[in-house]
């Protein structure tokens, strides 16, 4: 079963379908649909309610990254208490009692670290050799580096040739990493929502490739992917959240 089915959001993602117009992003009046991919501030869409994230989170950008390319704008839209975007500075340090999502050979599971004690979560967003460089700066290098293991990415942009599917996009990140605490902490919170965009995302892109005739998405250098499966997602998720509101 796809993880898009089993999610729990607090809306049809479909409905989001129905939304077409755009409008002036109300920070930098950009013309933008559902959200402004420039400022990550809603624009056309509901209000999305997701709960307070357990634990601060940032996602640090590499300086002069263009935002707008990254899928935490999906997360920064839903206006999340707890969370927050920066560009990293690599002449500060981070917080005592701050750990870093990070696949390093020193990186160790959730499970082992005291999250009540944890005061700060970081996790990058930026180019695989820019993210080595961050964490060999004074800012990250001595910071404790977790992981999240054994989840495979939905995302819809290949990251790299030789990709595997253990490779998660930032916002797919965020999500696991705040359920599997959520989890450890025995909090009874669900963060499904955080998924929201991104599914809607998702779904938007697999019913225009299906209109198109095309299950393969390429960019450029980075390869191909295989990207179809638009009738039967359309399918769980109106069984789903339409048998859902007929309750």
Not at 18 to 47: A, D, E, F, L, N
Request: glycine share 4%; hydrophobic share 35%; charged share 20%.
């Amino acid at each position: 079963m796809s993880l898009f089915s089993e999610l729990n959001l607090p809306i049809n993602p479909l409905d989001l379908l129905q939304i077409s117009r755009r409008q002036p992003c109300p920070k930098c009046s950009k013309m933008s649909h559902w959200y402004c991919s420039s400022c990550g501030i809603p624009v056309t869409i509901p209000k999305i309610d997701v709960p307070s994230l357990p634990i601060p989170l940032t996602t640090l950008f590499y300086p002069g990254e263009n935002l707008k390319k990254s899928s935490v704008q999906l997360v920064n839209a839903l206006q999340i208490e707890n969370f927050n975007v920066d560009i990293i500075d690599f002449q500060k340090k981070p917080e005592d009692g701050s750990i870093l999502l990070f696949p390093s050979e020193d990186a160790v599971e959730l499970s082992s670290i005291n999250l009540k004690e944890t005061k700060h979560i970081y996790v990058l967003d930026c180019t695989w050799p820019q993210a080595y460089k961050c964490i060999q700066s004074n800012f990250l290098l001595n910071i404790q580096k977790v992981k999240i293991c054994n989840h495979k990415t939905e995302f819809w942009r290949p990251h790299g040739k030789g990709e595997n599917s253990s490779y998660l996009s930032t916002c797919e990140c965020i999500y696991w990493l705040n359920k599997e605490i959520s989890s450890l902490l025995e909090l009874n919170q669900n963060y499904d929502g955080i998924m929201t965009l991104f599914v809607a995302q998702a779904c938007l892109v697999k019913q225009q490739m299906y209109q198109q005739g095309r299950v393969v998405i390429a960019l450029g250098r980075k390869g191909e992917k295989q990207y179809g499966g638009w009738l039967d997602l359309e399918k769980s998720l109106k069984d789903k959240y339409e048998t859902n509101d007929s309750h």
